[in-house]
C-alpha cells in the first residue's frame, strides 16, 4: 500500500525510537494497531481524516509514561516530530488528542468523555491488541520485565481500578491479576462496531486461557 511521505517518514520514525523497547511495546505492536486501527477506518463511515488515524496510530506510544515516567513526554516528542516535517498544527492538535485519548489510565479518569471517530478507531486498535493471544503474550512479557509474578492464588484483584493504582509502579500486583483488572474489561469499552465484534473472539479466548492456566496450576490437567 502506498502511503503519503509523512507516514513513510514516521514509521521510520517510530521504528527507530521503539528499537530497543521489550516485545510488548516495540515496533511489532505499533505495526499491528497500524494495521487495524487502517482497517477499523475503512469500515466505520464517519472517519474523515485517515492520515490522522494512521499517524496517531505509530505515534500513540513514543515516550510512553510506563518507560519515560513522564505523563507528557509522548505527546511532546510527537509534537516535536510533527513540527519537524511541517505537518499542519491543527492536525497535531487532533493527533495529540488521540494519542492522550487512547490511554486506559485516562479513561479511568474521564469515563471515556471526549470520544470521536479518528479516536475510537485508534483506541480500539490498541486495545484490540491487549487482549487476544497476543494480548497474553504481551501481558506475561511486561510482567516479566517487571519482575512480578505470574499469580499469586487468593490475590484479590481492585474491583474498581483507579488512575493513580493503575499508575502506581510500587504496586506488585500479578500479571494474572492484571486479566481481571483491565483486559477482561476491554471488551466492553469498545467503540467501533467492528471493534466490539472482534474483541468477542478474543475476549473468549483469554477466559479459556485463564481456566487452563488456573486449572495447570492445580495440578487437575
Given at each position: ?8 517518514n514516521?514509521i521510520?520514525f ?27 477506518a475503512?469500515?466505520e463511515e ?58 486506559f ?7 471515556g ?14 486495545r ?7 494480548g ?6 511486561y510482567g516479566?520485565?517487571k ?47 467492528s ?16 481456566q ?10
Amino acid at each position: 500500500q502506498a502511503f503519503s511521505p509523512i507516514v513513510k517518514n514516521t514509521i521510520q520514525f517510530v521504528k527507530n525510537k521503539l528499537k530497543d523497547l521489550d516485545g510488548s511495546h516495540d515496533w511489532y505492536h505499533i505495526e499491528r494497531v497500524f494495521n487495524l486501527a487502517s482497517e477499523l477506518a475503512n469500515s466505520e463511515e464517519n472517519v474523515k481524516d485517515k492520515e490522522v488515524v494512521r499517524l496517531a496510530a505509530l505515534l500513540h506510544d513514543i515516550d510512553d509514561w510506563k518507560y519515560s515516567g513522564s505523563e507528557t513526554a509522548g505527546v511532546e516528542a510527537a509534537q516535536r516530530w510533527l513540527e519537524s516535517q511541517q505537518y499542519p498544527q491543527d492536525k497535531i492538535d487532533v493527533i495529540k488528542k488521540i494519542i492522550t485519548g487512547v490511554s486506559f489510565k485516562n479513561e479511568l479518569a474521564t469515563k471515556g468523555a471526549d470520544i470521536f471517530p479518528e479516536l475510537a478507531v485508534v483506541q480500539d486498535a490498541d486495545r484490540l491488541d491487549a487482549i487476544g493471544a497476543i494480548g497474553i503474550a504481551r501481558a506475561f512479557t511486561y510482567g516479566g520485565k517487571k519482575s512480578r509474578a505470574l499469580w499469586v492464588p487468593g490475590e484479590e484483584a481492585e474491583a474498581e481500578l483507579t488512575k493513580e493504582k493503575y499508575m502506581d509502579q510500587n504496586r506488585q500486583a500479578s500479571t494474572v491479576s492484571h486479566f481481571y483488572e483491565k483486559l477482561l474489561k476491554l471488551k466492553d469499552m469498545m467503540k467501533t462496531e467492528s471493534g466490539k465484534r472482534i474483541a468477542q473472539k478474543r475476549h473468549q479466548f483469554m477466559e479459556l486461557y485463564l481456566q487452563q492456566f488456573k486449572e495447570e496450576w492445580a495440578g487437575q490437567c
